[in-house]
């Protein structure tokens, strides 16, 4: 595509979604009459719904807002500034010095089918607001702090840590100290997506778009890493479709204590935007099991809020999708949380 | 712009009907009469073309709302769909342009930068949209005349002329805003090979 057809697609996808307000033109005539003044209008229509449409608006709508109104969308603040539970093993990062909490979005790797695919968590780490600090401070999260979520792991070998980082151009150079050990070559390929998908998305949400990151390992490039993947330039983001997970569940995160009603962010990428989501209580007991219908059907990715009330107690919450082939259940993404 | 045809600004697309009917019919507009009629039309595009402009919804049709006020007390002097869209895509621009400087004057009177202080999560899309965000991002940082060219001439989809003319500047001005804001583009978001 050129660059025009790049503006283009995303100034159309930019303003899709724009609401107006119902009674516009009544206030129009209002004050053509002389029978009202300019009425502040503050739209709220992104922020109070809660549906699929407004999930993807609010992230459309949010990128593109100057600033971002208060409170936040409660669809974009459970997947970040609000993230539910902070890790019990989120400290400070190694290397932080003073700084506060962050929230960044970590990548870590899970396995649907056999295969290795990324799954995103919000951590709390410890950081400055200045990106360079806030991609340091995620991708040390990735490196020291295992997931929330036990069915996700690390590809990085422990003793890995961040030397520095800076960005340039667009691109950050993360310089890593402690790289080891072997890692799997199947798994080599995905670690590095890890890294680069963690570091991207940090930026990303700090509206500083990287287009892809360097790697330093204490301060020298190297050819290839584990003797498997080429890390020799600029690394960038391998498409979504092969790399993240089918489904996730944004939020509630694993371990997350919520309200009694409360609201789950789903993401995925499957067949015709069709997901499920199962509610099993502490003894495996079904509690409920519904079809959900993303915004976006694969191969692009789609998002959907669904809205629970649950009484208090220890819950498994769970996302799939069934199989367009045989009907099985496939993709599972699983968090444990608790209603108080 | 062709006589006796309405230009939508969403996507550049010309609503296409009858040019004699088009231009037989709004001869005799009353100016409430326009307004009603051109809201139909207007109102939603102008409402996007403005949040691209300013990247707030509401603040987006407060501007939009009062062009459309200018324009019931224009429409004397106008008497033309055409014009009038011109009149309203240009007053959208203007006003845009003081809420932005008033903006800029309020964030530093608060001590604070532009800069959101909750984030939102470009993350939370799809790839296709966290890319389209991440091109609009790259956007916002242009300065405003290199913004409102790229708006105008690949959103609205206005000539050079026109963009000129909108913009209240010359048609090399605008050459000049457009080919600097694509290069500045093409450096935040072209993805190495």
């Known amino acids: 595509m050129t660059p025009e057809e790049v503006l283009r697609e995303a100034f159309e996808a930019g303003t899709r979604q724009v609401p107006v307000a119902p009674d516009a033109l009544r206030l129009i005539r209002d004050r053509v009459a002389g029978r009202a003044r300019r009425r502040r209008l503050r739209v709220v229509a992104f922020v109070s719904t809660g549906t699929a449409i407004a999930a993807t608006a609010a992230a459309v709508v949010f990128a593109l807002a100057g600033r971002a109104p208060a409170p936040p969308s409660p ?6 500034s609000s993230s539910p539970s902070p890790s019990p093993s989120a400290g400070p990062s190694p290397s932080a010095a003073g700084g506060h909490d962050l929230t960044v ?25 200045d990106v360079t600090d806030a991609i340091r401070a995620g991708v040390a999260s990735m490196l020291a702090d295992p997931p929330l979520d036990p069915d996700y792991t690390s590809a990085w070998p422990a003793g890995a840590s961040v030397r520095g980082v800076t960005v340039v151009d667009g691109v950050s150079t993360v310089d890593l100290s402690g790289v080891q050990g072997t890692v799997d070559p199947a798994l080599a390929q995905m670690a590095v997506q890890q890294l680069v998908w963690t570091v991207t998305a940090v930026a990303a949400d700090r509206h500083a778009p990287l287009t892809g990151a360097r790697l330093r390992f204490d301060g020298a490039a190297r050819a290839s890493l584990w ?45 015709e935007a069709t997901v499920r989501l199962r509610v099993r209580d502490q003894t495996g007991g079904l509690v409920s099991d519904q079809q959900v219908l993303l915004s976006g059907g694969a191969p692009a990715r789609g998002q959907a809020a669904v809205t629970l009330t649950l009484p208090p107690g ?23 949380i608790t209603v108080r | 712009m062709a ?8 996507g550049g697309r010309t609503v296409t009907g009858s040019p004699a009917a088009e231009s037989t019919v709004h001869m005799g507009w009353s100016a409430d009469e326009a307004v009603t009629r051109l809201f139909a039309t207007q ?9 691209l402009l300013l990247h707030d919804p509401g603040q987006a049709e407060e501007v939009v709302q009062d062009a459309f006020v200018a324009l019931h007390a224009r ?19 203007n006003r845009s342009r003081s809420a932005l400087r008033h903006r800029s004057v309020v964030e530093r009177f608060l001590g604070r930068s532009g800069a959101p202080a909750v984030q939102p999560s470009a993350e939370a899309g799809a790839l296709v949209a966290e890319t389209q965000a991440e091109v609009l991002a790259a956007v916002r940082t242009l300065p405003a005349r290199q913004r409102e060219a790229l708006v105008l001439r690949f959103y609205v989809d206005l000539s050079e002329a026109q ?28 993805v190495p090979s």
């Open chain 1, 75 to 80: 669809d974009v603040a459970n997947s970040t």
């Open chain 1, 105 to 129: 979005p970590v990548y870590y790797v899970g396995t649907v089918a056999g295969r290795p695919v990324l799954y995103r968590e919000y951590r709390t780490v410890q950081g400055n607001d």
């Open chain 1, 227 to 271: 003797g498997a993947v080429d890390v020799s330039g600029v690394l960038v983001r391998a498409a979504a479709s092969s790399t993240q997970a089918p489904v996730w569940i944004i939020s509630p995160q694993q371990g997350a204590t919520v309200p009694g009603t409360f609201t789950v962010q789903l993401d995925g990428s499957v067949f």
């Open chain 1, 314 to 336: 220890h819950y498994a919450i769970e996302a799939y999708y069934l199989s367009a082939k045989d009907g099985s259940e496939q993709g599972l993404d699983g968090h444990a």
């Open chain 2, 3 to 10: 006589a006796g045809s309405v230009s939508d600004v969403w």
């Open chain 2, 43 to 51: 109102y939603r595009p102008m409402v996007r073309l403005a949040v």
């Open chain 2, 75 to 93: 429409w004397p002097r106008l008497r033309d769909p055409d014009r009038a869209v011109g009149y309203l895509r240009q007053s959208v621009l």
């Open chain 2, 163 to 190: 963009t000129a003319e909108t913009m209240g500047v010359s048609a090399g001005a605008v050459k000049s805003h457009t080919s600097r804001a694509l290069a500045a583009l093409r450096r935040l978001l072209s």
